[in-house]
C-alpha cells in the first residue's frame, strides 16, 4: 500500500497537526527514493550475471531514454508506478546527490502539500 491512503486518513482522522504530517510524509518518502537512487548506483556490476532482472537491451534503451530527457525527470517522481523506476535511473545515471535531492525533495513536497490542502479543504 502507497503512503497516500495513510496520509490522507491521518489528515482526516486529525492525528498530529498538517504540516508536521507533510514534513514527514516527505521526508519518509524522500529518504525510500535515496535508497532507490543508491540501488540504481550499485545495480549495474550485476548487470552480466544470469539472474540479473532486466536484459541489457532495456538497460541501454533506458540510459537512452534518461539521457534524452535527463534530470529533469525526477520531478515526475512523486508519481506512481513510474516514480521508483525513474529514482533508481538517476542512480544507474550516476546523477549527483544533491542535485537528485534537490529534484525529488521538490517533487515530493509538494505532492503532500498538495494532497493535504486538497484533503482538507475537501473535507
Known sequence: MGSEPVFIA????????????VVVASLGNILGAV??????????RFSGRRWFPVPPAALERAKRWYHRWG???????WMPIIGDPLTIMAGVMRERLWIFLLLVSLA????FATL???TLCWA
Do not use: D, H, Q
Not at 534530470?71 to 517522481?77: E, F, G, N, Q
Not at 515530493?108 to 505532492?111: A, L, Q, S, V
Open 35 to 44: 535508497l532507490n537512487w543508491w540501488l540504481g548506483m550499485e545495480l549495474e
Open 71 to 77: 534530470r529533469w525527470t525526477l520531478l515526475l517522481s
Open 116 to 118: 493535504a490542502y486538497i
Open 10 to 21: 491521518m489528515l482526516l482522522g486529525g492525528v498530529g497537526v498538517p504540516w508536521l504530517l
Open 108 to 111: 515530493k513536497t509538494c505532492r
